[in-house]
């Protein structure tokens, strides 16, 4: 018979301490290796690093799993794991684009820090008795990652650029992985309550710095290797005029690649803020973050994204349908300071700086006001309607090129949805479309099991966030920087865990408030029936 190994009290310290050390000499050395030039020393020291921080995950993980400890085994099951997400989630949410690039093509340090969570998620899947298919939602979400391969053979079938389609698929199928390993690492309350205040801090970030760039400029307190990164990766070709707007003003982005990236940052995690705010009870702690979510809308209007401002309206306009802590009253009241923002927008569009917001060319020019969005979109509608059928129904893969009757040339389109259109064809489509309709279903079905207001809270807020991306990416296709991506995931990852532990913490409950003769008497009743 096997015997439980026994610890030493040093032995016992000493292991934690293995852990923090792998975790320290991971974000160490990818921070040192970010700022080496040569893009091939990275990837080989990223990959020595990767291959010692799992040594030291192996000697310090051996040895829990014992008898006499079973405790002691919950409580250390992989904390690891769940720190290195932690830290990938906090870099891609705060400096997401630090880092370099080799052929275009950004290495940066969020990127590399959530691969390397996923590799360890990935030893831990293979050699463990968990599985996929138990998660929510894993079912679909493995059936478009298996048509993003087939999407990706396709688009090798049509001779499409090599380049361009393993950059599309990376950036909209690569990061789907980041669901399972956040659902596979958050189980316990206390992560979430640290994820939660983790966006809040991420949020004064990253706005506090904003304000640095408006108040100094966008070079003077740039960062090598931090805030500052090297080339820029999508709009080179626009030779830096990506960012101005009309006046010479410039759009405020922060430590994101441009405004409308920033924007949809902020639109897709201040609803989420905004429904921890309803749940909290503290006067004090709702004072403070009520100033900090003052503060962040603020920023947004400064990034002069007017994507992000409609889709953060719409995510907070879902809040206050869905919330029970709102009711109609509050809801009438969002309603009615919605239009008092449209009416300021409107009496003040011809001052400096706010042409931009000018929704009196909604009704004048819609197409201009869009920026020519409107008429892209038709474009890439009457070129996707020309398609053969079989290209309709699969689409052209990714890397695919739309040509439209105006013979304008669309790899991508303001619109996400309209891409996986043309890339994706009928198929794709809908199966994308599916997976979020699922979600919020899913996240719905979570918040009528449960009547904790906190819980209640952050799951509005999720909803509102997710909805204010989604509408957002009608007017970009924002998956294309792939910090977006990840934290689109991310963020429906988090939400479902906070669904899964609310509902094993209300049946907890209501089976400990049970009588145990009720939970006898039913079995009894049974078996005499049978009997009968």
Request: proline share 5%; with cysteine; aromatic share 14%.
């Amino acid at each position: 018979m096997n015997r439980p190994m026994t610890w030493t009290f040093s032995e016992r310290n000493f292991l934690p301490f293995l852990k923090s050390a792998s975790i320290l000499l991971l974000g160490t050395g990818i921070g040192i290796l970010a700022n080496i030039y040569s893009p091939t020393y990275v990837a080989i020291g990223t990959a020595l690093f990767t291959l010692l921080c799992m040594s030291l995950y192996v000697l310090s993980s051996r040895g829990w799993a014992t008898e006499e400890h079973p405790v002691m085994l919950e409580k250390q099951k992989n904390p690891l794991l769940f720190y290195l997400f932690y830290l990938a989630f906090f870099l891609s949410i705060t400096i997401p684009k630090s880092g370099r690039t080799f052929a275009n093509i950004p290495i940066t340090t969020a990127n590399i820090v959530i691969l390397c969570a996923l590799v360890f998620w990935a030893l831990r899947l293979a050699f463990s008795q968990e599985t996929l298919f138990s998660l929510p939602l894993a079912k679909p979400l493995l059936v478009f990652m298996l048509y993003g391969c087939f999407a990706l053979m396709v688009g090798l079938a049509h001779e499409n650029p090599t380049k361009i389609v393993i950059l599309d698929f990376v950036a909209f199928i690569g990061f789907i992985p980041v669901y399972f390993l956040v659902c596979s690492v958050l189980r316990k309350p206390s992560q979430i309550t640290k994820i939660v205040w983790t966006v809040v801090i991420a949020l004064i970030l990253v706005c506090a710095y904003g304000m640095l760039q408006k108040r100094f400029g966008p070079e003077r307190i740039a960062i090598p290797g931090i805030t500052e990164q090297y080339d820029l990766i999508l709009y080179a070709h626009f030779g830096g005029r990506w960012n101005i707007i009309a006046g010479g003003g410039q759009k405020l982005y922060s430590t994101f690649q441009n405004g409308n990236i920033f924007g949809h940052h902020l639109a897709t995690f201040l609803p989420f803020i905004g429904g921890f705010f309803l749940g909290i009870r503290s006067t004090r702690k709702k004072t403070v973050l009520f100033g900090i979510f003052l503060f962040c809308c603020y920023i947004l209007i400064l990034t002069y994204s007017r994507g992000a401002l409609a889709g953060t309206i719409c995510g907070f306009m879902t809040l206050a349908l869905i919330s029970k802590k709102i009711r109609l009253k509050a809801f009438i009241a969002i309603v009615a300071a919605f239009f008092l923002l449209l009416g300021l927008l409107w009496y003040y569009a011809d001052q400096p700086g706010m042409e931009r917001y000018d929704v009196r060319k909604v009704s004048e020019d819609p197409n201009s006001f869009s920026a020519g969005r409107l008429e892209r979109a038709q474009e890439v509608l009457k070129g996707f309607a020309n398609l053969p059928m079989i290209d309709k129904i699969f689409g052209l893969g990714w890397g695919g090129e739309l040509i439209s009757p105006k013979y304008w040339r669309f790899l991508y389109v303001d619109n996400l949805y309209l891409t996986f259109l043309f890339k994706l064809g009928i198929v794709g489509t809908l199966i994308f479309i599916t997976i979020l309709t699922q979600l919020l279903l899913k996240l719905l079905h979570y918040c009528r099991s449960t009547t904790d207001p906190v819980i209640h809270g952050l799951l509005y807020g999720s909803i509102a966030g997710l909805v204010a991306a989604m509408v957002h990416n009608l007017a970009d296709a924002l998956w294309l920087f792939p910090p977006l991506a990840a934290n689109f995931w991310f963020l429906a990852g988090i939400s479902i865990c906070i669904g899964m532990i609310a509902a094993r913490q209300e049946s907890a409950q209501q089976k400990a408030e049970t009588p145990p003769f009720d939970r006898l008497r039913t079995p009894q009743k049974t078996r005499i029936r049978r009997m009968r």
